[in-house]
T-cell receptor
Framework: KQEVTQIPAALSVPEGENLVLNCSFT??????LQWFRQDPGKGLTSLLL?????REQTSGRLNASLDKSSGRSTLYIAASQPGDSATYLC???????????FGTGTSLTVIP | NAGVTQTPKFQVLKTGQSMTLQCAQD?????MSWYRQDPGMGLRLIHY???????DQGEVPNGYNVSRSTTEDFPLRLLSAAPSQTSVYFC??????????????FGPGTRLTVL
């Protein structure tokens, strides 16, 4: 079974700071990895999807990287804003099967 | 384009009652899935479907049933509700690329309380 870990569970930063969120997984035979944002009481919003053949993906102020050999992905947020405050989750699908495995998320607070 | 819709938004059941959570998508996605989200445990997959007429179990399928008669709809049935099924339930859908799920789109969730 794929185990997905996100550390830290919570993070608080001042507005304008660049920050990195971490996601690690135990089985490097992944098919793709997806980063999501979840606002309180809401569903998940997809941010970025990285295929196993890719090293990184970018969307606006967000950059996600993938290192399969070390079982790690990072989500880089540039020039953080209070509107970035949310829980960020990563999910990994394996080469075999059709299941996604989720981490428990990092709760981010950006202080104005 | 409504995306993924779920009904109801909130539900309270008594132990032993049954109910169906509804999920629909209008994006013609082949892949649909149900998750439950519990504090400290992240999202766990209950059941999924790779197309109409095809379903499979996820990580925590016990106590739940699904069927997929159309591409658009993927209802989740609780057979006999138990307090352990108190949770937030999310439905998701995605295109299937070479038979594998791609970017997932989530519904707003159903908050279920079982007394």
């Amino acid at each position: 079974k794929q185990e997905v870990t996100q550390i830290p569970a919570a993070l608080s930063v001042p507005e304008g700071e660049n920050l990195v969120l971490n996601c690690s997984f135990t089985d490097s035979a992944i098919y793709n990895l997806q980063w999501f944002r979840q606002d309180p009481g809401k569903g998940l919003t997809s941010l970025l999807l990285i295929q196993s053949s890719q090293r990184e993906q970018t969307s606006g102020r967000l950059n996600a990287s993938l290192d399969k050999s070390s079982g790690r992905s990072t989500l880089y947020i540039a020039a953080s804003q209070p509107g970035d405050s949310a829980t960020y989750l990563c999910a990994v699908s394996r080469n075999t099967g059709n299941q996604f495995y989720f981490g428990t998320g990092t709760s981010l607070t950006v202080i104005p | 384009n409504a995306g993924v819709t779920q009904t109801p938004k909130f539900q309270v059941l008594k132990t032993g009652q049954s109910m169906t959570l509804q999920c629909a998508q209008d994006m013609n996605h082949e892949y649909m899935s149900w998750y439950r989200q519990d504090p400290g445990m992240g999202l766990r997959l209950i059941h999924y479907s790779v197309g109409a007429g095809i379903t499979d179990q996820g990580e925590v399928p016990n106590g739940y049933n699904v069927s997929r008669s159309t591409t658009e709809d993927f209802p989740l049935r609780l057979l006999s509700a138990a307090p352990s099924q108190t949770s937030v339930y999310f439905c998701a859908s995605s295109y299937s690329v070479r038979g594998r799920p791609d970017t997932q789109y989530f519904g707003p969730g159903t908050r279920l309380t079982v007394l």
